[in-house]
């Protein structure tokens, strides 16, 4: 009887926070305008180098120009998600931290991760989701097919795995805030390194090979995700990434837990 | 707030007084970067992207040279980018743009060193470090790019060095003249993404600018992003002859000349119009 009631109770709590991001994001309709073109801007810096590269050989250690434009593609959209949703928020936890007004957040009577995550919302990022869907249809437009309904279904899997583990890196990054306190640098790693996440991974060679596979999985991010859709992905590589992906975002949990148990308020 | 820094008698007694408060701020500087290691070490690794881009080049150099590149030129190209990256950026912007957002600038503004001076000595104090960090690089640039590397030939030492000055004092000024505009507007952050961008395609940080489209290849060897990185990097691993790099360092410093007479002008505008909050 009482699951229903929860979940009701936070899906409420949700719309409640979208709601407020978009009202504080319209506020500035100027800086929306800015923000869009940079959006296509930073698209085409995403796509140069994949132009140019692919410009020189036909092929790259096996991928063919559209096939590695649907790999960008992921990233694109993946990097919508980051920058739009699960950054912006998590990064107003670390000046929580910081500043100690964290107290207000777990005063509250929900769970202090689902507020913290839901907190903050940059809606110009739409912008991303759609040349992610341009890129898509271009990429799959000069392949002549398109995925069938099973590689569709295997697409939106790895998307949902996808950016639980992308959430989970971050999460985990965040509770680093409560050890380091000073934060920001590692945040532009994240991201620094996520960048390397618009190439198929298996480019890589060795050393830079392993770390995007098992130490920060870009390869669960943006390369399975766009052999599922391609309808390449093997069925015991879905699965280890699946039970891979699942594991890490329990354990980001935990982390997350322990890290909260750290924290000792610094305002008055 | 009536500022001692910016009032026109300042000249020469502020020059003095900068000259003589310099060992100082390297000394602070200094301290600041040892007192922060771990973020020291955090920003090095930030700077990935020259290695994940040496990575795919290699792979596409596996079957034959792409161009004036085979595997090994881009070894070298892309340490070299490292290199020049590591020991010319600074931070300077998300420091100006905060102080300036949240009033720590009046103090500085009180102070008799001028501001710019204090940033730049704050900055120049990272370098030892930064040169240490760079050194092992170096080593494995020398071995890639064999009796091609500048570092051989005295005069192409020199115009490297010299490059590299350039280099340091265009990022600067530029980021000062971006970073300024946080007196007029309320988020300069917005146009430094676009510098941002703009850098990352015409600077050859993300792939040799000899290897882009002409259509690109055009202005890029016009705007000033190409002399922040592209034309150190490219004088130290041999890709320029000695005329051609002399021609070009001239029009370097004619960009940070430009650049430099820019951002004090929008500077001293800033500060006439800053009104600080609080103390």
């Known amino acids: ?268 | 707030v009536s500022l001692a820094a910016s009032s026109p008698t300042a000249g020469w007694l502020g020059l003095r007084h900068a000259v003589r408060a310099f060992p100082t701020l390297l000394r602070v500087g200094l301290a600041e970067v040892v007192a922060y290691r771990a973020e020291f070490l955090v920003w090095i690794l930030t700077t990935n992207m020259p290695l994940v881009m040496l990575a795919i080049w290699h792979a596409v150099a596996a079957d034959g040279p792409v161009g004036r590149f085979d595997q090994k030129q881009f070894t070298a190209y892309y340490l070299a980018v490292l290199v020049v990256r590591l020991l010319t950026s600074t931070w300077i912007i998300w420091q100006l743009s905060m102080e300036i957002r949240d009033g720590t600038l009046s103090s500085k503004l009180l102070r008799p060193v001028h501001p710019l001076v204090a940033y730049a000595g704050q900055h120049l104090a990272a370098v030892p470090m930064r040169a240490l960090v760079v050194s092992p690089i170096v080593v494995l640039l020398a071995y890639a790019a064999g009796d091609r590397l500048a570092l051989r030939d005295p005069k192409m030492l020199g115009l490297f060095l010299l490059s590299l000055v350039g280099a340091w004092l265009l990022i600067y000024f530029m980021m000062v003249l971006v970073g300024a505009l946080a007196f007029f507007v309320d988020s300069a952050l917005g146009v430094f993404d676009l510098w941002i961008a703009c850098h990352a395609i015409f600077s050859g940080y993300l792939v040799p600018l000899e290897s882009l489209p002409a259509w690109i290849r055009g202005p890029a060897n016009v705007l000033p992003f190409r002399f922040i990185l592209g034309f150190p990097v490219e004088l130290l691993v041999g890709l320029l002859d000695p005329a051609t790099a002399a021609r070009q360092l001239a029009v370097q410093w004619g960009y940070v000349l430009v650049l430099a007479g820019l951002a004090l002008l929008v500077w001293r505008a800033g500060v006439r119009r800053y009104q600080a909050f609080g103390g």
């Not at chain 1, 092929?59 to 993946?78: R, Y």
């Not at chain 1, 392949?143 to 989970?168: E, K, Q």
Request: charged letters at 15%; hydrophobic letters at 60%.
């Open chain 1, 1 to 268: 009887m009482k699951r229903p009631g929860l979940l009701t109770r936070y899906a409420r709590l949700l719309a409640l926070q979208l709601r407020m991001s978009l009202v504080s994001a319209m506020q500035y309709r100027g800086d929306f305008l800015v923000r869009g073109l940079l959006a296509v801007l930073g698209m085409t810096v995403t796509l140069l180098p994949v132009f140019i590269v692919f410009g020189q050989r036909a092929a790259v250690a096996g991928w063919s120009f559209p096939e590695a434009l649907v790999v960008v593609g992921w990233f694109t959209l993946l990097r919508a998600v980051l920058e739009g949703a699960v950054s912006p928020s998590l990064t107003a936890v670390v000046e929580h931290v910081r500043r100690g007004t964290l107290d207000f957040v777990l005063l509250k009577p929900a769970d202090a991760q689902f507020l913290v995550s839901t907190a903050k919302l940059e809606p110009w990022r739409v912008v991303d989701v759609a040349g992610a869907l341009a890129i898509f249809g271009y990429a799959f437009a000069h392949l002549h097919r398109w995925p069938a309904p099973r590689d569709l279904l295997a697409g939106a899997v790895f998307l949902g795995l996808a950016v639980l583990v992308l959430y989970s890196f971050w999460i985990l990054v965040v509770s680093a805030a409560f050890y380091v306190v000073k934060v920001d640098n590692l945040s532009y790693l994240f991201q620094s390194v996520f960048d390397a996440g618009r190439w198929p991974i298996t480019i890589f060679r060795g050393a830079l090979r392993f770390i995007f596979t098992f130490v920060f999985p870009l390869a669960l991010m943006t390369t399975y995700p766009a052999l599922a859709l391609l309808g390449k992905l093997g069925p015991s590589t879905a699965a280890a990434a699946l039970v891979g992906g699942l594991a890490f975002a329990a354990l980001s949990r935990g982390v997350w837990h322990r890290a909260l148990s750290m924290y000792t308020s610094a305002s008055s």
